[in-house]
């Protein structure tokens, strides 16, 4: 899906129309404020962004979505002064387009965006698993008896601490929520406060550095979560 941001209704409905031609099913968001909710329930492909928006302009749209995605985003201006292009390349657009433009140019740099996109994604992947193969050498989990090694030491870990290793280690380098691990911690939907996972990591800290003092393996992300570095 192409998330298209964009306040002219005429020239958003035309982009939706030139997308939806050429196999992208699309959403349209004509204010500022409401595409980072938007992107987070719809996980969109890739963001059309305009620059000039009610609400939020793009560049304070761009950084909120960069604070929590790496989602391609092109960015869409009649403002081509150059302090603009660098300025939204430094907050993480991948791509401008300035207007005025032809829908036919639109839909070919969003092929070519997404080709590269699924390109890199695949190379990710790959380096996922090699990461993953390795960790198993030393960080050994077994589910049927919800007990784990770590460099050839016991950890003493509960059923809740086990979980989040599990859910950690499954991704090494991926940057989970605190929302996210939690919805994997409990399994009987109890409300409990994000901080709650805080406290679990610390604990699980403490049992894995017992076991390998020199190495930091869960990293906090200052503002997301956390990782397993690996």
């Not at 964009?6 to 939706?16: H, I, S, T, V, Y």
């Not at 589910?143 to 950690?168: H, I, N, W």
């Not at 990293?219 to 397993?228: A, C, D, E, T, W």
Request: hydrophobic share 40%; with cysteine.
């Amino acid at each position: 899906m192409v998330l298209i941001v964009e306040d002219e209704p005429k020239l958003a409905a035309l982009l939706a129309d030139y997308l939806k031609a050429a196999g992208y099913r699309t959403d349209i968001c004509a204010d500022g404020r409401e595409v980072a909710a938007r992107a987070r329930l719809l996980n969109p492909a890739l963001v059309l962004l305009d620059l000039m928006l009610p609400g939020k302009d793009g560049l304070e749209v761009c950084r909120e979505l960069r604070s929590f995605s790496d989602l391609p985003i092109v960015m869409v201006t009649a403002r081509v002064e150059e302090i603009d292009r660098l300025l939204g390349l430094e907050l993480g657009a991948d791509d401008y387009i300035c207007k005025p433009f032809s829908p036919r140019e639109v839909v070919a740099r969003v092929r070519a965006i997404l080709r590269r996109s699924r390109s890199d994604a695949d190379s990710g992947a790959g380096e996922t698993r090699a990461a993953s193969n390795e960790l198993a050498q030393v960080l050994r989990i077994d589910e049927a008896r919800y007990t784990a090694e770590f460099r050839g030491q016991s950890l003493q870990l509960t059923p809740v601490e086990f979980r989040l290793l599990k859910t950690l280690a499954d991704a090494p380098g991926r940057v989970f929520s605190r929302d996210q691990l939690l919805d994997k911690l409990y399994t009987d939907h109890r409300i409990v406060t994000d901080r709650t996972v805080d406290s679990h990591i610390k604990n699980l800290r403490r049992k894995l550095d017992a076991a390998s003092p020199e190495q930091e393996l869960i990293r906090s992300i200052y503002g997301v979560g956390y990782k397993l570095d690996w």
